[in-house]
C-alpha cells in the first residue's frame, strides 16, 4: 500500500507562484503514471500533469502549458508541480494520484473517476485571490 501526501497548497494572490508537492510513501519507479489533478465544486477533475516513474516523460495540459511545470525527485520519493502567473481561475483542490499501469496521457485526457487511479492524495486547496 502506497500513501500519496500533498502539500504546498495556500492563499496566492494572481501573478503569483505555488510549489505542489506529493510525497509518496513508496518508490515512485513502480508507477508509469504520477499526476496531477484539480477539482472546482460542481466541477469534473481534470487531470492537468504527469510524470512517468518509469522514465520521467512528462504531459501538461494544454490549459496550463507554459505556467506549471512538473518535476520527481526520486530520491525523496516526490512529485511536484510548480505553478507560475496564477489567476483566480486556478483556485481548486489540487490532487496527486498514482498508477502503475496507465500512460501520462491518461491523465490529461480522460476524466478520472476516483477508482482509475491505484493511489490519490488528500487534495491540497489553492486558492488564488487578490
Known amino acids: 500500500q502506497v500513501q500519496l501526501v500533498e502539500s504546498g497548497g495556500g492563499l496566492v494572490q494572481p501573478g503569483g507562484s505555488l510549489r505542489l508537492s506529493c510525497a509518496a510513501s513508496?518508490?515512485?519507479?513502480?508507477?508509469?503514471?504520477m499526476g496531477w489533478f484539480r477539482q472546482v465544486p460542481g466541477k469534473l477533475r481534470a487531470g492537468i500533469s504527469c510524470i512517468s516513474g518509469y522514465d520521467g516523460s512528462t504531459l501538461v495540459a494544454e490549459s496550463v502549458k507554459g505556467r506549471f511545470a512538473i518535476s520527481a525527485d526520486n530520491v525523496k520519493k516526490v512529485v511536484y508541480l510548480q505553478m507560475n502567473d496564477l489567476q483566480p481561475e486556478d483556485t481548486a483542490v489540487y490532487y496527486c494520484?498514482?498508477?502503475?499501469?496507465?500512460?501520462?496521457?491518461?491523465?490529461?485526457?480522460?476524466?478520472?473517476?476516483?477508482?482509475?487511479?491505484?493511489?490519490w492524495g488528500q487534495g491540497a486547496q489553492v486558492t488564488v485571490s487578490s
Open positions: 513508496g518508490s515512485i519507479f513502480s508507477f508509469n503514471a
Open positions: 494520484a498514482a498508477d502503475s499501469s496507465l500512460h501520462c496521457s491518461v491523465v490529461v485526457t480522460v476524466t478520472p473517476t476516483q477508482d482509475l487511479y491505484e493511489y
